[in-house]
């Protein structure tokens, strides 16, 4: 048992909480399909959660864009994928997989046309080190909501990495991928915590 986890596994977020918008529901179930229920509960959900909390500070940002995008935003990944499959191209190219899933995904459920190119937008982007840049504010909340996941829900990315390589890869994140100040705060808090949890 790890030294951050208490023993205990989080609570599972509850689905009506998390998916307000009308086709968040069915976007969920069809993300669920692809990738696995483990990497949706404790990666997924928590991005749209931060995201929907990053909406807060930008009221003119479109919430349904945002939640969509975060939804969807890692749909092309392959290690999480069902089957997983990890090859270093399919991973490296997941923002642009993903954006193509869900450009032909999004009419199938009558999504409003018009916002379509938004969230292809966020997904292309929202790898910040990659470009293409994000450049609409939905984009740059998807952005910043996946890299504040990664300090909120570290448990998931220490099971991945490992412990010892954790703390690097935030402090590099801490760096150079933050676009938003009140992600980078929050991030910066949750640094610290983890820093004396994991006694550095
Ligand atoms: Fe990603
Ligand atoms: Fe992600």
Redo the contacts with the bound molecule.
Sequence with gaps: MGACDGGSNPPRPKRDKMVETTKAKEIEDFVRSRISDEFVDKHILLVVKEAKWLCGFYPEADKEVVETAALL??VG?TWVGKPPHKTNESNEK??IVGRKIAETFLPTIGFPAEKIPNVLHCIES??TRRPPEPETIEAKIVASA?NLAHFTGVEFLRENLGEERVLAKLERDLSSKFLLPEALAKAEKEYKKLKKLFQV
């Design positions: 935003h890692d990944q997941h923002h929202h790898r996946d």
